[in-house]
């Protein structure tokens, strides 16, 4: 794989994170007047058909509700679900979560909210709720951000193999070698014995590479591997690459733990965990750094605020877009209903506006995340695209001073 092509894998991965999150937050603060939104759960393995025919049934139950605006709601929320559930042949690969109701708008009135969202994660069971707030309790877990690393303790004479989930460690396998120890007995020559020994360990250092490398290579958003052991036996075994080379190439460091069980992955984790922090601050670091650096030469291939890099990514000259995931900015469309006259803004928030010509208030038509439209446009462009925290130092700083957008360009 390219670094280009890895790079666009890692952004489509980034901004469906960013728009579950985002979508997550939206529905978090709707609330209905009555008992009139409802949540639908479904998970891969359901039938759209199982679904839909559940669905009839919550319709017709429906119907007996005493109050006619809630009665009316509730029902057409699941008509609106079940027109929808139609375009899908099967639920999609995590399964799908759904939310549609009715939420207060202007004075008395209602407004229909729809979202169907595909989980970053597998939904596990079907579920269907009508209540007065959207119930979230599944896909809450999910929003913690879950990176995944490999992690190997081995010495002669056992290794365990797991992975770090997040902040939970799943054991993958426990192994115990048949190495015999240095010391024997008998009228061996010793020479005969040693190489029996370092036979054996090769066998065995062979098995547990072989076992990590297919276990690390079903897992498609590996960041790293992490080796630890008591003595020499974790660089032998690095070193001598028994490891599959995708998988070798992912090694982030070693590390000194005095167990190789399901404790000593516990060890590892906590001895590495200084390390896995201070990897994504300094790549970081080296991105707002290198956009610093041509800002300070003026060497004119560097750009930052959002009318400068909207009009570089459109022009196809920016190679590398930084954006932090603290911007929230929107792209506001406005339009006067008596001369047809359009307003354009970028703000954080909706604004009232007049018309220059007739003076009447203009509608808002259409409102764009800023995120979303710098990240379709550099991927139009080919560009390569950094998403960065405002977590570090740097990335607060570049958030403050910079509006949150900068880029690299190809050329001055």
Same mark, same amino acid.
């Given at each position: ?5 890895? &790079? ?23 609330? %209905? ?17 199982? +679904? ?31 027109? #929808? ?24 009135? /209602? ?54 989930? %997040? ?6 396998? &426990? ?6 120890? #240095? ?23 062979? #098995? ?15 960041? %790293? ?30 590390? !000194? +733990? $005095?167990?190789? &069980? ?18 994504? +601050? ?33 022009? $196809? ?22 001369? %047809? ?36 446009? $550099?991927?139009?462009?080919?560009? #390569?695209?950094?998403?960065?925290? !405002?977590? /570090? ?12 957008? $900068? ?6």
């Amino acid at each position: 794989m390219s670094q280009l092509e890895e &790079n666009k894998k890692e952004i489509e991965k980034a901004l469906k994170e960013y728009q579950f999150k985002k979508y997550v937050t939206e529905i978090r603060k709707l609330e %209905g007047r009555g008992t009139e939104l409802i949540s639908v759960y479904v998970p891969p393995g359901r039938q759209i058909s199982d +679904v839909i025919a559940y669905l009839r049934d919550e319709y017709s139950t429906s119907t007996n509700i005493k109050s006619k605006t809630t009665r009316k709601n509730v029902t057409s929320a699941i008509e609106s679900i079940m027109s #929808k559930l139609k375009y899908y042949r099967s639920p999609p690969e995590n399964g799908l979560a759904v939310f549609v109701g009715y939420v207060p708008s202007k004075g008395d009135q /209602s407004e229909m909210v729809s979202y169907f969202i595909e989980p970053p994660q597998q939904i596990t069971s079907f579920l269907y709720r009508c209540d007065s707030k959207f119930y979230l309790g599944p896909i809450l877990p999910m929003l913690e951000h879950k990176d995944v690393y490999g992690l190997i303790v081995i010495d002669r004479a056992e290794a365990t193999i797991g992975l770090l989930k %997040g902040a939970r460690i799943e054991v993958i396998e &426990n192994k115990e070698s048949q190495v015999p120890s #240095k010391h024997h007995q008998g009228g061996q020559s010793s020479r005969r014995y040693e190489r029996l020994i370092e036979i054996a360990a090769h066998e065995f250092f062979t #098995k547990i590479g072989g076992i990590a490398s297919a276990a690390f290579l079903k897992e498609p958003d590996l960041k %790293g591997v992490l080796i630890g052991g008591p003595g020499s036996t974790k660089e032998f075994f690095y070193k001598k690459e028994y490891l599959q080379y995708q998988i070798q190439q992912k090694v982030v460091d070693l590390y !000194d +733990v $005095g167990y190789t &069980n399901e404790y000593g992955l516990k060890e590892l984790v906590e001895k590495a965990s200084e390390t896995l922090d201070q990897l994504e +601050v300094a790549k970081e670091k080296r991105i707002i750094e290198r956009l610093l650096v041509e800002i300070k030469k003026g060497s004119g291939l560097a750009a930052y605020g959002d009318v400068e890099i909207m009009k570089y990514l459109k022009e $196809g000259k920016v190679d590398t877009l930084i954006i932090s995931k603290g911007l929230k900015k929107f792209q506001f469309k406005y339009r006067c209903e008596n001369d %047809g006259e359009e307003l354009t803004e970028i703000s954080q928030e909706e604004k009232v506006h007049n018309c220059q010509k007739c003076n009447s208030q203009m509608v808002p038509v259409e409102k764009v995340d800023l995120i979303e439209e710098y990240i379709e446009l $550099g991927q139009k462009s080919d560009s #390569k695209i950094e998403l960065v925290s !405002d977590e /570090s130092d740097e990335g607060s700083l570049f958030l403050r001073a910079f509006g949150g957008i $900068g880029a690299i360009l190809r050329y001055s």
